[in-house]
């Protein structure tokens, strides 16, 4: 089972930025696609980005497409997920997710390994 550990969560101002960190146990992540979800209080999980095994395809939620970056580490087994302009509603508990596939990602929720999230809140 591959472990998988989110940092670089906090409080920032609105129009402010954080960069999330997913640190995993694979030492490659070629062939795992990786996803960023996030769950605010009283609301359904939703996926905001993912990247294949291979990195030829990254999907972005349109809430936050044009704000948020996802790309992988040199050293290949840490994805980030950069966050600018965030917005008040951006506030959630944000978790990485993996599956084995060296093309596949998706926004929904059928991965195989979860983090435990980090707590990003977005106020003034």
């Known amino acids: 089972q591959l472990q998988l550990v989110e940092s670089g969560g906090g409080l920032v101002q609105p129009g402010g930025s954080l960069r999330l960190s997913c640190v995993t146990s694979?030492?490659?992540?070629?062939?795992?696609?990786i996803g960023w979800f996030r769950q605010a209080p009283g609301k359904e999980r939703e996926g905001i980005s993912c990247?294949?095994?291979?990195?030829?395809?990254?999907n972005y939620a349109e809430s936050v497409k044009g704000r948020f970056t996802m790309y992988r580490a040199i050293e290949n087994n840490t994805v980030f997920l950069q966050m600018n302009s965030l917005k008040p509603e951006d506030t959630a508990v944000y978790y990485c997710?993996?599956?084995?596939?060296?093309?596949?990602?998706?926004?929904?929720?059928?991965?195989?390994?979860w983090g435990r999230g980090t707590q990003v809140t977005v106020s003034s």
């Open positions: 997710a993996a599956r084995a596939s060296y093309y596949w990602c998706s926004l929904s929720g059928e991965y195989t390994d």
């Open positions: 694979e030492f490659s992540l070629n062939y795992y696609g």
């Open positions: 990247m294949s095994g291979s990195s030829d395809t990254t």
